[in-house]
């Protein structure tokens, strides 16, 4: 069936996606390392802020996506929410970012919490009527997973985007690495990231037009719950989501402190971009040709990739920590691991949702009922519970290895010195790594790499007991089910 939407239309709902990941990457990458690092805050604090953050966000979903079925106006159900979502957290984004440095002790902690909370209440306003507006201007089948596909990969490409331009970006913006030329840096960057945001969904607003008898289905936390304790093949793979992401995302939100503060060197943020960027290309082409190899190449089946994933992951982590305590000078003995661990990543987004849509169809013979809407509302769910984790064991990290008072020595040697943090950092060309001891490198290099580790063998023993859709049962369950429609 030929699709209904023009170019422009997929365009401008790409140009969304594209917008809407920029700003979930710069706070799901950078917010602890800028109020921890930047501002002062306490690392545990600012960890339990994001645990509890998240964790509210996760619950909240469901919630919106009642709020976003419910409304009836002039210009439809979604679009109002998608423009005022991304209005309030554009604005929230730079708020957040523009902390004002005269802020200390509970006051910067309090900034801390209401402008972050805030901020994932607002994303999730705008979040959920996105997604969910897809079936409200296409006409299903492949038009409907082709824009799917479309608006996944713009995704990727905001997240790319952020991951390796915002260093080096701050730094410039701001006129240096010192913490004064930091906050401005992330003041002017935020507010850069916030304009584009706007534009690019008021681009999508303006040029997608949804039905006016457009339905949503909504999911409640008690659905999800309900559908996980009746579905084992969807508490399996959630599960195996939970493990995997929460090894992911605690070296994610590490790396930016393993270059600052090990690898080192004054030239640190120019290694950090050039390992992101090398790091975002390969997760890229592992999803678009890798996995085609693997699976339609080698006919490989995907509980084996899945599994290939998960030792490529591990193997990565183990050669980074085997390196870590080598003489790392060249940056590009650190693309070897990362080749591995980005690769793996970007298979495994694809491999766990493909899994997560099989046990749609293993629910429905099973139980009888196809919770299609509620399986895939957990893959959010899940995806911002553990990152909620993952943030608080790197603070903790953070914290116990002494890393988060490097800083505090700074301070010191300025103030003995009778002359300001800057000033001291200029004219004393202030290395950071050099200044943290070799106990809390070690502390640093172990949790980013060795409790990711021991994390994945738990996703493996976790998902060789329980999980049974393989290729073949998939094929067998899709057999039952026809049948079964044709008997009536």
């Known amino acids: 069936m030929k699709s209904n939407l023009t170019l422009g239309q997929k365009i401008a709902y790409g140009l969304g996606a594209v917008g809407k ?20 805050v306490n690392a545990i604090a600012m960890g339990v802020i994001l645990l509890i953050a998240r964790v509210f966000d996760a619950f909240n979903d469901p919630v919106m996506g009642v709020i976003v079925a419910k409304t009836k106006t002039r210009w439809g159900k979604f679009r109002p929410w998608l423009l005022i979502g991304t209005l309030t957290n554009a604005v929230i984004l730079y708020l957040m970012f523009a902390c004002p440095p005269t802020l200390d002790g509970a006051g910067l902690v309090a900034y801390a919490a209401v402008t972050y909370i805030l901020w994932g ?14 079936p409200a201007f296409t006409e299903g089948g492949k038009e409907r997973e082709g824009l799917t596909t479309l608006a996944r990969s713009c995704a990727g490409v905001g997240s790319a985007i952020i991951t390796i331009i915002t260093v080096m970006t701050v730094h410039a913006l701001g006129g240096g690495d010192s913490k004064a030329a930091e906050i401005e840096g992330f003041k002017w960057f935020s507010l850069i990231v916030s ?55 605690i070296t994610s939100n590490l790396v930016l402190y393993f270059f600052k503060y090990d690898f080192g060197g004054a030239g640190w943020d120019g290694s950090y971009t050039l390992f992101n960027t090398f790091g975002g290309g ?77 046990t749609v169809d293993y629910g429905e013979l099973k139980n009888n009922t196809r919770d299609e809407s509620v399986i895939f509302s957990m893959q959010t769910f899940v995806v911002k519970l553990a990152s909620g984790v993952a943030a608080f064991v790197a603070s903790i990290c953070l914290q116990f290895t002494g890393i988060t008072n490097i800083e505090d020595k700074v301070k010191a040697a300025a103030e003995a010195a009778g002359i300001t943090i800057e000033e001291y950092a200029a004219q004393n060309k202030v290395i950071y790594s050099e200044m943290v001891e070799s106990g809390a490198k070690v ?40 049948e079964r429609r044709k008997n009536g």
């Open 21 to 40: 990941d920029m700003v979930y990457m710069l706070s799901a990458s950078y917010v602890l390392y800028y109020f921890q690092d930047v501002m002062g």
């Open 121 to 134: 209440v607002t994303y999730t306003m705008m979040d959920i009527p996105y997604w969910s507006m897809i």
């Open 195 to 249: 304009v584009l945001f706007v534009i690019f969904t008021v681009i999508t607003c303006i040029k997608i037009k949804e039905k006016s008898t457009a339905e949503m289905q909504t999911v409640s936390v008690g659905d999800m719950f309900k559908a996980l304790i009746r579905n084992d093949q969807a508490m399996t793979v959630t599960i195996a989501i939970v493990l995997i992401n929460s090894s992911i995302y």
């Open 282 to 358: 390969i997760q890229i082409l592992s999803m678009m040709a890798l996995y085609p190899f693997l699976r339609n190449g080698l006919k490989l089946s995907n509980t084996r990739i899945f599994y290939i994933c998960l030792f490529m992951s591990i193997a990565g982590y183990a050669v980074l920590l085997g390196l870590a305590f080598t003489n790392m000078a060249n940056v590009f003995l650190l693309f070897i691991p990362g080749f591995f661990i980005f690769a793996a990543a970007g298979l495994l987004n694809i491999l766990t949702t493909v899994f997560l849509a099989n």
């Open 443 to 482: 502390g640093l290099r172990m949790t980013m790499t060795i409790i990711p580790i021991i994390v994945l063998f738990v996703a493996i023993f976790w998902f060789r007991k329980k999980f049974i859709l393989t290729d073949e049962k998939v094929l067998e369950i899709s057999d039952e089910l026809a």
